[in-house]
């Protein structure tokens, strides 16, 4: 299938968007249905707490409170922060697991051609994505003279759009920001001022065009999607869309650690809490000459993998060696257009001096792997078990631990059988040595290395 498309899948607790190019997934946006606090959102929100850490906590009329950064000396644009104290802020990282959501006191409102913000600068920018420096100046002249109150950044889409329609979005971005501020003055915090656009949309309006198809298969929400973006069919099909058009296989095989490349390499993807890690191993290719071109095939599918995972902060790709100075440095490049193609920011530190190549990219929402697993019950995200003989080696510990006060003499242990198994025969040693009664109850266990002992005396 060629072409550029978004299919939306909104017959689940999430609305999921696939944008596939060229018959292949690009990326994925899945959005939680009962999510309410959306990077993006603008609220007018209460200082609880000022922390010596320079981070502050913020009521902004959820369960828990948000993180804000502070400036130096707790500041906020030079004016010393204290508690209770009302502002505007903006969520600029989802919360996830145990981590908060955090917002800024930076507002800005984004169109599908430039960014508004409130940051007390009144500067121009231009998206680094544009490069030619005539377009650059051009662009410029469009937004410079909208606004004496507001910074105004203009995006890469800006770069193929009118000027005309350029100077009129930021207008009227400038015209939503100000009445928005206003309205923030006489309102009583906490409250939410400004409610962005979900991330389906934002999608739609990133990456929708003339030549970019949309299908949705619910009624009710091809109506609100037609309503703001006009090339969107309804699907009525009996398959699944997602089935039907071979992506449901796709997001199924999308968190494999190990991905096979074409020229007989791999890469190995493995996410930390700190850092992502991605290494380039040549597999099957034995040829030395091709491993450059492996290389280039695993930065390509790097960057790509990135952009579908939403793999953020630091990543590290280990590419194959190389002593050609300028091989790396054409990889280099290929890796920076590559990830040029992402909406959101990347920026590539370079290479180390172990031949590390190092990356970071904005964190905005939670990876992808998030929505879709949560921790296994087995090994508590360890990734491994530990062997049934050392989980009966603690138990065998915690019984002699129980039995050597000389109050307790009986016992029933409960944990699954295998374990009950390996642990008989230190269990009935245990028994003559003590004079003690130890029973032994199998039960069904989400753990493998899960046990309780309750003790009592005879």
């Known amino acids: 299938m060629s072409g550029r498309r978004i299919y939306v899948d909104c017959r689940s607790p999430f609305y999921r968007a696939a944008y596939t190019e060229d018959g292949r997934l690009s990326e994925l946006i899945l959005e939680d249905k009962n999510n309410t606090v959306l990077p993006g959102n603008i609220y007018i929100g209460r200082i609880e707490r000022v922390m010596p850490s320079g981070f502050a906590f913020v009521d902004i009329g959820e369960k828990e409170p948000v993180f804000m950064q502070l400036g130096p000396d707790n500041t906020i644009r030079g004016s010393k922060v204290k508690g209770n104290t009302e502002l505007p802020v903006q969520v600029i990282k989802e919360g996830y697991d145990e981590k908060r959501a955090v917002v800024s006191a930076d507002i800005s409102r984004n169109g599908k051609y430039c960014v508004v913000i409130d940051d007390g600068k009144n500067s121009v920018g231009i998206s680094a994505k544009i490069t030619d420096a005539e377009k650059r100046k051009m662009l410029s002249d469009c937004v410079k003279d909208v606004s004496d109150e507001y910074s105004i950044v203009v995006r890469t889409a800006g770069k193929d759009a009118e000027p005309s329609a350029v100077t009129e979005e930021a207008r009227e971005l400038c015209s939503e920001m100000r009445k928005m501020l206003q309205k923030a003055e006489y309102t009583k915090a906490p409250a939410l001022l400004y409610r962005e656009d979900s991330p389906l949309f934002k999608l739609l309006r990133d990456i929708g065009g003339e030549d970019c198809a949309v299908l949705v298969n619910d009624e009710r929400d091809f109506k609100k999607i037609k309503e703001r973006y006009s090339d969107t069919e309804l699907y009525t099909g009996d398959i699944p869309l997602f089935m039907n058009f071979g992506i449901e296989k796709e997001v199924n095989e999308l968190f494999r650690r190990k991905i096979w490349l074409k020229s007989g390499g791999y890469i190995v993807i493995d996410e930390t809490e700190a850092m992502t890690v991605i290494d380039v191993n040549s597999g099957k290719a034995q040829n030395v000459d091709r491993l450059f071109n492996i290389n280039c095939e695993a930065a390509k599918e790097a960057a790509r993998q990135i952009r579908l995972r939403n793999l953020s902060g630091m990543i590290i790709i280990d590419f194959i060696n190389m002593k050609s100075k300028e091989e790396k440095e054409r990889l280099y490049f290929l890796l920076k257009d590559e990830i040029k193609k992402d909406r959101v920011r990347s920026h590539i530190v370079g290479m180390t001096e172990l031949g590390l190549m190092q990356l970071t990219r904005q964190k905005i929402r939670k990876p992808l792997s998030r929505y879709i ?86």
């Open 373 to 458: 697993y949560h921790t296994c019950p087995m090994c508590g995200g360890l990734g491994a078990i530990k062997e049934k003989e050392l989980v009966a080696d603690d138990i065998i510990s915690h019984i002699i631990n129980i039995l050597s006060t000389g109050y307790y003499n009986e016992i029933t242990l409960s944990a699954n059988a295998q374990i009950l198994e390996t642990a008989r025969p230190g269990i009935e040693a245990l028994e003559e040595k003590y004079n003690a009664k130890i029973r032994l109850k199998c039960i069904n266990t989400s753990r493998f290395d899960w046990y309780e002992t309750e003790k009592s005396r005879i």
